[in-house]
């Protein structure tokens, strides 16, 4: 295998040879090198021939990683991947070794098949947030032209769709942080609302050690005392789905203790005399009541975020995966904005997005009402710009689709044949058995991967794909800021790029032209489709975004680009400065109440159930599962539960645990922690098998967003086993 050689932007990453380039997981996209290692790839398949360095100029992580992206090159070895297609034959009903050809003929068969017998929105394509920018937008376009179908969704569906929803309602523009998280240690106070940063963006934390040590302090929200949690001047833990209801508390108390900036109110925003009325009847000791949060801790927070000039408000899937999630967020917004934290430098509200394209994943056209630039599919004017980037005629795009859940839901119904690009939806979607159920009742299932997921085990045809290091293509982190990954080696010789099946796919559906498999072409179309949208990369070209540590949309092209004499876009690294991106570049503030978890507890569910992430493995575990390194740090599912709980079960440290719920029973071993509220147990949910956290998740979905609510259900909790 090669490594291309020269390839450093002088980061330091103190190796003559070596290629920059980024981690293959998480939104933090921190910075690394790829060098080659003596004696390349073994034979044996255990390694890919390439180690990771740091590469300390990239100023989001300074050369820090965790240990997935460290270990991130065991998933290149060919003994973890998948290294040619298969088919399921019907003969044997085994997935078997076949030629590209006859892999390609099946799926595009399949995909020709459905629409004829069943129609176009038969045809169902499902994709993921670690997409390149060039594979989502390829991916919608795919969907959209060659399928003619309405059916596209994704997993940042079950991401950040809550908090995208909210920021665009309040700040007419969703970007995940809208300034660089290097800021963040800058401010005055930083209220963590549901992120275990210490465990999911590690090299992160940085900041916050920064800001403390710099003066500033930190609140996390979190019903788990957890390693991020440790870190804070004050933690409260409210119980799960009580955010809204603590936000509209904490604001009242801002209202009553006169800590209102009216100024920035009345200068900046509109709508807040129905959201005063909203947090006036929300007192402290009803607060107190639905969260559990007391009273003096209610006034602590506010003290700590009103006391300092600055301060912002950070939220994550804590309080985002719930039924009311875009409620919830606005409810932050709103006290960001009565405070007159947002719009100025260091002070504002952000959203930590998740997946490691988890911003541009959401921009590019592979959600359901989407098209790139982050368009909406229903405003004429963006379906005819899109139309002339295409081609095409403006009425041959499809309208909106289903959102994640309710297009997997439709499965063997409505939809027959399912694309599924990116995503391991057996482990990760909520009810987890039923969709692992609709997923079997397909006519078709076709799936690109690089390993054998749990989902592509299920699949008709899988097809092998390139991953990060062997192939280029660009992310958008969190901060908004675009990114080039760099192809560092050459893939194995029988697997393609995603781009790749895309363009043959369209070539065997009578597209010979519109998807080619170069990414930096599917790059400046992208770029030109984005132009004049919110999210306007059209300033942007692979040089530019290689040089300076990427740049921030929006980036639009200069007036007069073209004539030679003027200067090229900066980028935006700070929003809302001077104005918000609504009509009236005025914030707006939500009216929203507290209400209810679809599922609260009751006599035969007695507790809540949530759900999230450790350290060593990522998502579905569908990568990290195969790295010997991160399954000796955590090798399985547990329960994370109170002493207090785990005596009321007479059960110990080790113990089998059956948690039930009304979708389903798993089972996996206590794990006792003072760290958790006696009422609420937890589960990560990177394992499939009876240890699957999503057997119980409850689908109810959030009316705006359509976020599934993983982060609270009913159930109850019993031995299962004693430990031997
Ligand atoms: N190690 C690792 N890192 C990852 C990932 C991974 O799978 N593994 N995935 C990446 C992705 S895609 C994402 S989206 C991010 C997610 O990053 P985070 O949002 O930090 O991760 P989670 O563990 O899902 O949830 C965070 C915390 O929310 C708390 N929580 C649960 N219910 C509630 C509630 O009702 N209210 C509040 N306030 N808190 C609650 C949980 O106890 C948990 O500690 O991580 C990214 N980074
Ligand atoms: N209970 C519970 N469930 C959750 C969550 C939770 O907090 N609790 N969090 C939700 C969140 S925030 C998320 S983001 C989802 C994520 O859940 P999933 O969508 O399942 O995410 P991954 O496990 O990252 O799956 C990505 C799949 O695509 C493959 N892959 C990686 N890169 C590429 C590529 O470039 N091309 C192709 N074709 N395939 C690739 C991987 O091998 C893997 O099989 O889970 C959600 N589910
Ligand atoms: S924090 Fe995220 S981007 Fe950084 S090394 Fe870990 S997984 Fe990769
Ligand atoms: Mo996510």
New binding site residues.
């Given amino acids: 295998m090669q490594i291309d050689q020269a390839t450093s932007t002088g980061s330091g990453s103190g190796s003559a040879t070596g290629t920059d380039t980024h981690c293959p997981y998480c939104a933090l996209q921190c910075g690394m090198t790829l060098r080659p290692v003596e004696g390349a790839a073994s034979a044996d398949g255990t390694s890919a021939g390439v180690e990771v360095a740091e590469r300390p100029a990239f100023p989001v992580n300074k050369g820090a990683l965790c240990s997935k992206g460290r270990t991130a090159p065991a998933v290149l070895a060919s003994h973890a991947r998948i290294t040619r297609p298969l088919v399921r034959r019907s003969s044997s009903g085994e997935l078997e070794p076949a030629t590209w050809e006859e892999a390609l003929d099946l799926v595009a068969g399949a995909l020709e098949r459905t629409r004829r017998l069943h129609g176009a929105d038969a045809v169902g394509v499902f994709g ?4 390149t920018n060039e ?1 989502a937008y390829a991916l919608g376009k795919f969907a959209r032209l060659v399928l003619g179908t309405s059916q596209i969704d994704y ?1 940042g569906r ?2 950040m769709s809550s908090a995208a929803a909210a920021g665009t309602r309040a700040f007419g523009l969703d970007r995940g942080l809208p300034f660089p998280l290097s800021d963040v240690s800058r401010t005055g106070c930083v209220v963590l609302v549901g992120s275990n940063l210490a465990e999911t963006m590690p090299p992160a934390l940085r900041h916050l050690t920064e800001l403390r040590s710099n003066g500033g302090t930190l609140i996390v929200i979190d019903p788990r005392r957890t390693r991020t949690a440790e870190q804070a001047d004050l933690h409260l833990a409210p119980r799960p789905g009580t955010d809204l209801a603590l936000a509209l508390g904490l604001l009242h108390l801002v209202v009553a203790e006169g800590r209102l900036d009216q100024d920035f109110i009345d200068a900046r925003t509109s709508g807040w005399p129905e959201v005063r009325s909203a947090a006036m009847a929300h007192w402290p000791e009803l607060v107190e009541r639905i969260t559990g949060v007391p009273v003096p801790e209610l006034r602590r927070a506010v003290q700590l975020f009103c006391d300092p000039e600055n301060a912002m408000v950070l939220t994550a ?1 804590g309080p985002e ?1 719930h039924s009311k999630g875009t409620d919830t967020v606005s409810a932050w917004i709103n006290l960001c904005l009565a405070t007159g934290r947002a719009g100025r430098a260091l002070s504002g509200y952000g959203c930590l997005t ?2 490691g394209n988890g911003q541009g994943g959401r921009e590019h056209g592979q959600k359901a009402d989407q098209l790139p630039g982050y368009r909406k599919l229903d405003d004429p004017v963006a379906r005819a710009h899109v139309a002339q980037v295409w081609g095409v005629d403006a009425a041959a795009l499809p309208g909106p689709g289903r959102s994640a859940y309710e297009l997997l839901d439709a499965l063997g119904g409505d939809i027959r044949t399912l694309l599924l ?5 057996a ?2 979607a ?1 009810r987890a058995g039923h969709v692992e159920q609709r997923l079997r009742s397909l006519d078709f299932l076709a799936v ?4 054998l ?1 749990e989902s592509a085990r299920l699949a008709d045809v899988v097809l092998p ?1 390139t ?1 990060w290091a062997e192939e280029t293509g660009t992310t958008t982190n969190l901060e908004g800021r675009v990114l080039l990954r760099r192809k560092a080696l050459d893939p194995p010789a029988e697997v393609r790029t ?1 781009l790749g099946v895309l363009n043959e796919l369209a070539a065997r559906l009578g597209w010979e032209k519109g998807f080619p498999v170069d990414a930096e072409e599917v790059f400046e179309e992208l770029c030109r489709a984005s132009a004049g949208g919110p999210a306007d990369y059209s300033g942007m070209t692979y040089a530019r975004v290689a040089e300076d540590d990427g740049l921030f949309w929006p980036c639009p092209e200069p007036d007069g680009a073209g004539t030679g004499h003027v200067t090229a876009h900066p980028g935006t690294p700070r929003l809302f400065l001077d104005r918000f991106a609504t009509p009236d570049g005025r914030a707006r503030f939500a009216p929203v109440a507290h209400r209810p978890s679809a599922e609260e507890p009751d006599e035969e569910y007695p507790l809540r159930l949530t ?3 450790v350290l060593a493995q ?6 990290t599962r195969r790295v010997d390194e991160l399954n000796a740090a955590a090798p399985g599912p547990f329960v994370e539960l109170h002493p207090r709980l785990a005596g009321q079960l007479g059960a110990v440290d080790g113990d089998a645990l059956a948690v039930v719920s009304r979708r389903g029973r798993a089972v996996a071993p206590a794990r006792v922690t003072r760290g958790i509220r006696p009422d609420t147990v937890f589960m990560p ?1 990177h394992w499939y098998g009876e240890g699957r ?2 057997t119980l ?1 409850n689908p109810a979905l959030d009316p705006a967003s359509r976020m599934p609510e ?1 982060k609270v259900c009913a159930v109850r909790v019993e031995l299962a086993a004693q430990a031997p």
């Fill in positions: 993921g947030g670690g997409l594979k997993n079950f991401c899937r995966q998740g997946q690009m990116g995503s391991n939806p482990v990760s909520p690109c991967d690089v390993v997921s794909v991953q995603d759900t999230g992430r990522y998502q579905s575990g569908a990568q949910f956290a999503n998740t993983f």
